[in-house]
Each structure stands twice: as structure tokens, then as C-alpha cells.
């Protein structure tokens, strides 16, 4: 059998990406022995792919023979091909960037992590108390053993405080644990915790869509909606019962709304307040000092004419501020559906 000839790598193929090498390769295979590969890539992939494709320009010779006599010399000396996480990772370093194989892997893997130890650590200490406070101490024991002790910690503090201490004394005394009965207790997470709060935990696509309005200009966002009231009005109403808009930013705690003024930029509060009512107005006014909102009033009177958009714009990023915010802990988000619930 000839031996194939190895080419060193050209000095022109250091300038091209990971996604370029790889746009440069299907572009040189073609529709017949490049469909195969475009077919098993995802959207995303593909449109990744294409956009490199596109801004290509011409291709050196040398660029393209090395990488047509790479391709195939891994082809051809692979006896057998072997699939996992590892070999997936650098398959897709070598054609995209470090962000979006990331991106990738952890959607495949899961965000919470790749072994059942990982996926318990990315669990709420109060969610997971809540069933292991029904487990026997042993099996308790031995879980919070191979959980992060921050993370053990922080789930013993929610357990009852007689068990919490009985499964403390447990972990002192506990010997090695056989491999089976450690593959047994992962197997029983699994089928009776992780598939359950997988279900539970499943987001409502009309959360999803209430954000996504959100984020509409206030003609647009009003125009969809009445469009869908046509076709699906249960859905329309929903996604508007789950909306939060400047509107409901006056139903705000008086000290987060004095949190929101505090870390708003002051040329988008001044255009936010120049399109809302008075009772808006006092009520961001009440959140900062007198002298503060003299000086506001004075901003917002001494600014000429504004387009409506520029003002429903920056009400919009009030939003996403007071939304960010909350995220972080630092403000509660009363939701004014309901008199009880609050948004964290």
C-alpha cells in the first residue's frame, strides 16, 4: 500500500479560524460528498458555517490541499470510531470558539453538570432537603458525603434539626461505601429525583414568549398580541398575565424602586418619566432626595420634543434593570397579578 505523502501545515493557514478551516473544507467537498456533513449539523451550526463561507474570499492552493490531506488522512487511519463527550469537545474546538463549544457541551451534557454528584450540586439546598428529609439518615449521610461541603452545608441548615444531627453523626461514623451500593443510590436519584425535577422545573413556553414581548417596541408588542387574541386568546392571555411592563414598576416596594433610581443612567430615567403620568412620576420621585428630583423635573421639562419609541425604549430598559436586579437579590419585583406572590 503507497504510503500517503505528509504536507507540513502552510504558513497562510495560521490567519483562518477553526469555522473557516471548516467552511473551507465543505466548500471544497461540495454538494455530493458535502451533504452528508451539512445534514447532521444544527441550524445554528449551519448558519455559523455559512456566514464563514461567505467572507472566505479566495483560498491559497496550499490551504486547501493540506486541509483536503488532513481530512483524509483521519479518515483513513481510523481503525474504529469512538463517541463521547472528550472526542466531541475537540471535534468541535477545532471548528468554533471556545464559547460556543461550551455552549454546546453543556447542552448535551446538561447545565447542571455531567455526573449525578454535579447535577445535586446545582440543585436548590431547599428543593433537595425537601426530599431527602424522607430518606432514611444513612442514605442521607452518604449523599451529602459526595455533594460540595458548602453546598452539604447550606442543605443540612434546611433539614429538621433532630435529623440534621443524627445524619451529621452518621457522616462521622461512616466507613468506605461499597461501589454498588454508591451506583444503587445514583440510580435511585436519578429515576426519583432528577426525572421528577427535570419535569417539575420544565419552563412554560409562555414565560419564554412574555419575555420576548417584553422586549418589543410597545406598537409591535400590542399589534402581535391582539393578532394572536385571534387565533389563541387563552395563549395571548397568559403571556399577558406573565408580562411585567413600566406600568407595573409603580407597584414596586418604595425601596426598590429607590434601588432602581440609584442604579438607573439618568438620561434614560429622564426619557422613561418624560412619557409617564404624574402618579409615575412622584412615585420615581419619592425614590431619590428632594434636591434629586428638583433636578429630574427640571431635566425632563427642559427636554424638547422626543420620539415616543426613544421614551418606550428607555421605559423598557428601566425594566430590564429592575428584572437584572432582582436576579442579583437585591430588590423584590411584587408581581401585581397576584397579592401574595413575589418574582425573585
Known sequence: M????????????????GPQRA????????????????????VEEVKELSSAMAQLGRLPAPVVEHLLVMFSSEIAGMASLHGSFETTERLLGNMLSDDKVKEIMDDIRGPSGRTMWDKLSNVSEGVLAAYLKNE???????????????HAARVLSELPREMAVEVIGRMLRMDTVQKGVITE????????FMTN?????????????????????????????????EKSPDSAERIRALMFTFEDLTGLLPAAIATIVKQADKKVLTLALKAADEAARKIFFGGMTERAASLLREDIS?????????????????????????????IMLVDPKSDDAVIL
Open 23 to 42: 467552511a473551507a473544507l465543505l466548500l471544497v467537498l461540495g454538494k455530493t460528498h458535502g451533504a452528508p456533513i451539512w445534514e447532521s449539523l444544527a
Open 136 to 150: 432514611y439518615p444513612q442514605t442521607v449521610a452518604l449523599i451529602l458525603g459526595k455533594l460540595k461541603p458548602d
Open 302 to 330: 427642559n427636554t424638547g420634543p422626543v420620539r415616543a419609541r426613544d421614551c418606550e425604549e428607555a421605559q423598557s430598559q428601566l425594566v430590564l434593570l429592575a428584572k437584572t436586579l432582582a436576579d442579583k437579590g437585591e
Open 197 to 229: 425535577l427535570a419535569r417539575t422545573q420544565r419552563r412554560d413556553p409562555h414565560e419564554s414568549m412574555a419575555e420576548l414581548f417584553n422586549a418589543m417596541d410597545r406598537s409591535t408588542e400590542e399589534a402581535m398580541l391582539l393578532a394572536l387574541e
Open 185 to 192: 443510590v445514583e440510580q435511585t436519584l436519578k429515576i426519583e
Open 2 to 17: 503507497t504510503a500517503m505523502t505528509t504536507i507540513g501545515e502552510p504558513a497562510e493557514l495560521k490567519k483562518y479560524t
